[in-house]
């Protein structure tokens, strides 16, 4: 039995969540751990996948969803907040060697499949860039916010 | 009087891993050296010291994000060889399938997404669009193509080994996990438009040869060796078989060579100006014993493929020089050839009544103390070499990698392009582009190559505002 809010974003289009950094490198790995969290919440909407760098082949991952998600640790800001802000395609300034922006993903997906799918980042601000695969304090209590993002997002 | 000058091209781009190139310059500012040079560091070899023997293909495997197959599956072979086991038919083939489908992924990689803007769009091409969106203006399809070729290799790691990059499936003895009806299924029905789009990028890169007639005669084309492992009938593998050398006549050097043998006919030598270790084929003596590895090596020493469209292919390459094919602008078709082979290749291993075998790994202790591996990566071949104790604790690793067997000739070739481009009254980035483009060419991957601690020689300048040197510390 599905809950009121998962039919109402079903009805909405698919959810795509890209999760992206190293999970070895402590609160790198946030956004895996975000996205999983997310899988576990919607199981039926969402399809998550977790990378170490954005590359040119979820350009087509992307054109097939209707909301993509990208979730990723950021350097910046105080540790554990989290920063929501739409991402727009790119006319201008497109490189690309190792890998790509969520910006030039969209732009890829847009250029080659034709599509217009809605796009968001997610920045969890970290805390601790160290080898390991446990989360900082700050970065743990970040989840549940990555959360309540992603709901904000999809009933908008 | 005019002053010698350098060139420095730092850092290389669009190839794995970091180096720069250097282009020296006379009084008349012509060249008269130029080298590569590999400026990043790893070290694996020590640092797997006293790790059990057990744990060396997950090791190995994170020595590199975009072949960490390749050196699980030569490492597996190693740990087979200490183990003293043979593993199972099917575990073999799986372990075949998952290499074909890193090179697929890998050669895309190279082709698709680093080599394609200079191919499509040439090599003067302004810098700002000599990249994949510069490809996917001029030809959206081909840009399309690429991911969905490299997406296409990437699933079927993905399915066999659980994840896209360091995956742990392959382990000494075998397989830890037999493929399922489901991921043979999906594979299966994705591999009509993996071949369909081999056979488009081979058309439409056989149709930009002749505006490349000039890199063509000049980007690496010189005499050399060439490398690679065949079957006993002489065809195309990447797991397993002899190693076959072959002069720039195109004739038969070495055949027969045994790969856990490596040791006896090639040698390394370190030069102080880089991390890469240069490899040389031992009875010619260094540097003379310069050899090639990777595709374009791998499809001058083939007779055949043995799968029938690769095998058109592979005629007509063989047909573009009566000797050996010399010119390194030549690896781009012979990566696309091999990855029609992989393709045509999977389809023959998937459709065997047996694959989905669930006898996939065989199980021992240690019978030896010493064991070599050797496969044939998307670079060219790979040597793992361990020794271990009682224990089963590593106690010396040696790694030979393909770009380090490349490592003299992506310098000659360095030297070869600038002293045809690079002029030194005046510079434009076409020159510079086509000294980049020519290392591209190799696909080197520079993250997999530089193991060399302990014997690495280390010389650090001091370089004046003129260039002069005015101090240096070597050691």
Redesign the interface.
Known sequence: MKSPAERRWMAMGHLLVVGYGNPLRSDDGIAWRAAEQVRKELPNITRVIC??QLT??L??DVAAADVVIFLDASDTGEPGGVRCEAVFTRLD??????HLTPS?VL??AV???SVRPRAFLISIHADCFHHGQELSPAANQAIPDVLAQVRALMRT | MAERKTIIIDPV??I?GHSKITIHLDEQGHVEDARFHVTQFRGFEKFCEGRPFSEMPSLMARIC?ICPVSHLIASAKACDALLAVKIPPIAEKLRRIFGMAQVIQSHALSLF?LSSPDLLLGMDADP?DS???GV??KD?QL??D???L??FG?QIIERLGGK??HPAWVVPGGVSDPLCGEDRDFILKAIPDAFAIANRSLAWLKSTMEKFRDEIGSFGNFPSLFMGTVKEDGGLTFYDGKLRIVDAGGEIVANGLDPTQYFEFLGEKVEPWSYLKSAYYKPKGFPHGIYRVGPLARLNVSDRCGTPRADQELAEFHELQRTAVLSSFHYHQARLIEILYCVERLEQLLNDPEILSKHVRASAHPNALEGVGAAEAPRGTLFHHYKIDEQGLIRWCNLIIATGQNNLAMNRSVLQVAQRYVHGEKLTHGMLNRVEAVIRAYDPCLSCSTHAVGQMALKIQLLGPEGAVLDEVAR
């Open positions: 990378v170490h040119p082949e350009a087509e300034g497109l490189r690309f060697s190792h030039e732009t890829l250029r080659l499949y | 781009t669009r794995e994000g997404h700002a990249n994949i969106f996917l203006e959206p840009a399309r690429g991911i969905a490299r997406k990437q896209r990059i």
